[in-house]
């Protein structure tokens, strides 16, 4: 007797690895530090100004993480819901926390989306440091 294959079943075999993969290399990819590059809102695209040039955003493996944002560093703890694609950053002398979704990640550049409470979307834009 002949055994087939349905097509619900190839795409178990070969979709659901490739999830698991990319969902695990979404913490690898988090942890390194980045340079802050920009931000766009409502479409449009600005270049960091002259106080935030120098800006950076670090995850760090234990999870804590470190940035410095218009001359001001902070540190905390961080954490991503792999299913929402959602990183809350709390801050360790206020404790508050602040959560962005995860918009785009590559090895080279990452972009966090801010949604304000009276809903004004601000996406941070990163790439990596080269050190």
């Given at each position: 007797?002949?055994?087939?294959?349905?097509?619900?079943?190839?795409?178990?075999?070969?979709?659901?690895?490739?999830?698991?993969?990319?969902?695990?290399?979404?913490?690898?990819?988090?942890?390194?530090?980045?340079?802050y590059?920009?931000?766009?809102?409502?479409?449009?695209?600005?270049?960091?100004?002259?106080?935030?040039?120098?800006?950076?955003?670090?995850?760090?493996?234990d999870?804590?993480?470190?940035?410095?944002?218009?001359?001001?560093?902070?540190?905390?703890?961080?954490?991503?819901?792999?299913?929402?694609?959602?990183?809350?950053?709390?801050?360790?002398?206020?404790?508050?926390?602040?959560?962005?979704?995860?918009?785009?990640?590559t090895?080279?550049?990452?972009?966090?989306?801010?949604?304000?409470?009276d809903?004004?979307?601000?996406?941070?834009?990163?790439?990596?440091?080269?050190?």
């Amino acid at each position: 007797m002949k055994k087939v294959l349905l097509p619900g079943s190839l795409f178990l075999i070969f979709f659901l690895p490739l999830r698991s993969f990319s969902q695990a290399s979404v913490n690898e990819l988090l942890i390194q530090k980045w340079k802050y590059t920009g931000i766009e809102e409502f479409s449009v695209v600005h270049p960091p100004d002259s106080m935030m040039k120098d800006d950076w955003l670090l995850f760090s493996t234990d999870g804590r993480y470190q940035s410095l944002t218009r001359g001001k560093s902070t540190s905390g703890t961080w954490k991503i819901n792999e299913a929402s694609k959602i990183i809350s950053l709390t801050d360790a002398a206020t404790k508050k926390t602040i959560s962005y979704n995860l918009k785009g990640i590559t090895p080279g550049e990452l972009t966090l989306e801010y949604q304000t409470p009276d809903l004004v979307r601000t996406k941070y834009r990163y790439t990596t440091v080269k050190e």
